[in-house]
């Protein structure tokens, strides 16, 4: 089935540094989406971004997180600078369309803040 | 703000049995309701959805949906090995599209 790819599946960084984690969405899909999964707790939604807009956020997307996607490319979730309560998987996915639609989720990235 | 909790935490299931998993969410108004998998190491991947009231099945799951009582089930027909998996349970709401997920059901099934 259709694929999202998350790029690095591991990131350890030092409190306060800058990290960018990238997800390559399945290509036709115009939705896009980061979730939180701390370990051992329930997935929690961060943000949804269509047409080049974020359309919704939760109250765990800090000012210290922002997300693009310049042309086309990569999806983009950067967070600067970086708490030890970032720690966490870090789920991204997309869908076709936004009600109804099936969200199709990459592996994660691991994020361990130092 | 929706709730959503599975039940229960885990589930160890012979081969060839029914497994049968609970979901409760708070709004009657939830748009949709999906059972995604999940493997270690792995993201979600969705099995099925419900949006009205009853059953739906497809192959061997089949999932009901009662807004009343705020309850959904998953059950899967004749467990194998590779089912077993996290599932988790996520709503939609009419507002946004944004998944709420409950803590998932660790099924285990036992050859």
């Known amino acids: 089935g259709p694929k999202v790819l998350q790029i690095p599946s591991h990131q350890i960084i030092d409190m306060g540094q800058m990290v960018t984690l990238n997800c390559d969405p399945v290509s036709n899909h115009l939705y896009f989406y980061w979730y939180k999964q701390i370990l051992g707790q329930q997935m929690e939604f961060l943000v949804n971004f269509y047409n080049g807009k974020v359309m919704e956020k939760s109250k765990l997307f800090k000012d210290q997180f922002s997300v693009e996607r310049p042309d086309g490319s990569y999806f983009t979730l950067k967070i600067q600078p970086t708490a030890l309560e970032d720690s966490a998987v870090y789920f991204c996915?997309?869908?076709?369309?936004?009600?109804?639609?099936?969200?199709?989720f990459g592996p994660g990235t691991r994020l361990t803040v130092l | 703000q929706e709730k959503v909790q599975q039940s229960p935490e885990s589930l160890i299931v012979p081969e060839g049995a029914m497994s049968s998993l609970n979901c409760t969410f708070s709004n009657s108004a939830s748009q949709s309701i999906w059972w995604y998998q999940q493997h270690p190491g792995k993201g979600p991947e969705a099995l099925i959805s419900i949006f009205s009231n009853g059953n739906k099945k497809e192959g061997r799951l089949t999932v009901y949906l009662n807004r009343a009582s705020l309850h959904v089930s998953l059950h899967i027909r004749d467990s194998q090995p590779s089912d077993s998996a996290v599932y988790l349970c996520?709503?939609?709401?009419?507002?946004?599209?944004?998944?709420?997920w409950g803590s998932g059901t660790k099924l285990i099934i036992k050859p």
């Open positions: 996915a997309s869908s076709l369309q936004g009600n109804y639609a099936e969200q199709f």
């Open positions: 996520a709503v939609s709401l009419l507002s946004n599209y944004q998944l709420i």
